[in-house]
């Protein structure tokens, strides 16, 4: 088998020839950024092969890199097959950077009170005085250790079966591990010596694309290991209609197996890089979107997409994680996220926990932009949800020039307000290749600032300037001069691409006004906002109000929490007191159907002006625009 030896660290791996260098690099403990998941459309997993043969189709994935990087070598490390021994060499950008994880959350200090607990206990063997029974003497040894008493702890027959063997051969010097579970109190393990310092549980974040788990000392709640993976259901379909659709044509036993199949690969990269046994892991806690997470438990998804749209089972759920296919500890439970709906899943439940909005009097909206998008508005008493496709815009789909945040992607602009001439920052600082939503946002907010389009999104052509003019169809605006980008062409935005990016922010600025309707509340009621996942991580929080993207509020009060669906789930593993919240949480939640309110049209017709139609909502917008005209009219 040939050897793969990665650089800088010449950490080595065995792989099957025609594997690819990707799954020798998940098999040696990478975590490679696969947003993607291997099917060679995002570029976030590149590698420099130093030496060695690969196969590799330059020409058909050439548009990710610059003659000059095909000559160093650049590859795609999910595309690129291994013929024989190789040294590669990982970029920093290809890895998974640690998240920064909201694990205090706000006014929520983090608690370690996790549901596992382990007992180093020196028993006295049995005599022809004292008979008791060996598993009598182990839970006294418990109790009087200060665990749980004696008779209400419940010791299934599998660690029955092991305990007469292992108190002998340890001379009567064991470990006993207890878990809190629905029922009560469960001896879940037994082992020789004392290995109390072993202790961990693991955090899954159970994404349609990706996977994401954070493995945690239970002693102390330290982060031990981290490790991600592609959801490797892409292989049955890219969304998530299509694998419910999947598991309709009879694949949802080969859908949960994938699901696990990823979540135990994750394990394996977490547990390798924190160097310890996965059966030291007693508890599994995930968080994932409704139909991920009944594809894990084996539960059939199909009813979900048709009308009324049900979930079969909304309350949290609790196994065995084993009993669906996790590698850890033999007798080591399963904790998944409750949900709301169809579309509010765990995943939310878990940002929402992470926020920190459901045990504060002050009142919140979250916001969780994709594709599609979700809204939770309140605080510690009650809570409105809703959510609903934003369309692709926002992440660069369907405009001109729009891509992912790839390498070569625009992801900041601004204009100089007298010039109109743009400054602009590319990710990995490469020659411009076209604009990521991060891009788009600010060019939008820029572009109206300086009077280059109206509220309404249309290009003033009156305006006398080299970079405004008419395009093949609609005007459009000059972003990038041939000459300076990557792909030999005018990088534009146009009035049909800014018509587009309207109609997306639109839809989610309606849905947070519906949801302020509901609850009768106006903007000066909200005293955050969150923004969670990665597209919030990015965005120019100032340029999101500006647009319309989000109510006005004061900037400062806007947050990012980044990753929440992994944060919720940390904090739930680490403190078990958590998860009576998360199932208040899920109970509380009045889920909104935006179709049925009747003022969602009207707010979405208003929401599709830059900033809205009433400018009394956004007065800051307003004082602002003013100003910048005023300096327009100047210049
Ligand atoms: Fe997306 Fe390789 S191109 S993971």
Request: with cysteine.
């Amino acid at each position: 088998m040939p050897t793969v030896t990665f650089l800088p660290s010449f950490r080595k791996t065995e792989v099957p020839k025609g594997s690819t260098i990707l799954e020798a690099a998940q098999k040696a403990g990478f975590h490679m950024n696969v947003v993607c998941g291997g099917q060679g459309k995002c570029g976030k997993c590149s590698v420099m092969v130093r030496s060695g043969e690969i196969d590799f189709d330059r020409e058909k994935y050439g548009s990710f890199y610059t003659d000059e990087e095909v000559s160093q070598g650049f590859c795609l490390s999910c595309q690129a097959r291994i013929n024989g021994d190789l040294r590669v060499l990982i970029p920093e950008g290809s890895l998974v950077q640690e998240q920064q994880i909201l694990v205090d959350s706000p006014g929520v200090p983090l608690e370690i009170n996790p549901a596992v607990w382990k007992y180093a206990l020196t028993l006295s063997p049995p005599t022809l005085d004292d008979q008791s029974p060996d598993l009598t003497r182990l839970l006294w040894g418990i109790e009087k250790s200060g665990g749980p008493k004696e008779g209400s702890i419940y010791a299934p027959l599998e660690v029955i079966r092991e305990i007469p063997k292992v108190l002998r051969e340890s001379g009567w010097r064991i470990t006993a591990t207890v878990a809190l579970v629905p029922g009560g109190y469960r001896m879940i393990n037994v082992e020789k010596g004392d290995t109390t310092s072993h202790s961990y549980g693991a955090a899954v974040d159970l994404g349609t694309t990706t996977v994401v788990v954070y493995i945690r000392s239970l002693i102390d709640g330290s982060i031990v290991g981290t490790g991600s993976n592609y959801n490797r259901q892409i292989s049955c379909g890219e969304d998530i209609l299509s694998r419910v659709n999947y598991a309709k044509r009879g694949g949802l036993e080969k859908l949960q197996a994938l699901a696990v199949e990823s979540i135990n690969a994750a394990l394996t990269a977490a547990s390798n890089s924190a160097g310890i046994d996965r059966d030291d892991v007693y508890e599994v806690v995930v968080a994932g979107n409704t139909i991920m997470t009944h594809i894990l438990m084996g539960i059939d998804p199909a009813y979900m997409i048709e009308e009324p749209y049900v979930p079969v089972v909304r309350r949290y759920l609790t196994t065995a994680a084993r009993r669906v296919g996790l590698v850890v500890g033999k007798n080591s439970g399963l904790f998944i996220f409750p949900a709301v709906s169809d579309f509010i899943g765990g995943d939310i439940i878990a940002d929402i926990l992470a926020s920190g909005m459901a045990e504060s009097n002050d009142i919140s909206l979250l916001i969780d932009i994709g594709t599609n998008f979700e809204v939770v508005l309140g605080n510690r008493d009650w809570m409105f949800a809703c959510a609903g496709a934003a369309g692709p815009a926002l992440e660069g789909g369907e405009v001109l020039f729009g891509m992912r945040a790839n390498p070569g992607a625009i992801e900041q602009v601004s204009l100089d307000l007298r010039t109109l001439k743009p400054s602009f920052r590319t990710i990995r600082n490469q020659q411009p290749r076209g604009l990521c939503g991060s891009g788009l946002i600010d060019l939008l907010a820029e572009l109206l600032r300086s009077c280059i389009i109206d509220r309404t999104g249309r290009i003033n052509t009156a305006i006398a300037h080299e970079r405004i003019r008419q395009g093949r169809q609609v005007p459009e605006f000059v972003v990038a001069w041939k000459d300076e980008t990557a792909i030999g062409k005018d990088i534009v935005i146009t009035e049909n691409d800014i018509k587009a990016l309207i109609m997306s922010k639109a839809s989610i600025l309606a849905a947070c006004q519906t949801l302020m309707n509901q609850a009768g509340i106006g903007r000066e009621e909200i005293a955050r906002i969150y923004f969670s996942g990665a597209f919030g991580n990015y965005i120019n929080k100032d340029h999101a109000i500006t647009i319309g993207l989000i109510p006005e509020i004061p900037v400062e009060r806007v947050t990012t929490i980044g990753n929440g669906a992994i944060a919720g789930a940390n904090i739930a593993l680490l403190n078990r007191r958590k998860k009576r919240v998360i199932d208040e949480i899920a109970r509380k939640i009045a889920y909104i159907e935006l179709n049925a309110d009747p003022t969602f049209m009207d707010e979405y017709t208003g929401s599709c002006f830059l900033p809205h139609t009433d400018l009394s909502l956004f007065p800051g917008v307003e004082k602002m625009l003013d100003q910048c005209r005023i300096l327009r009219e100047q210049s």
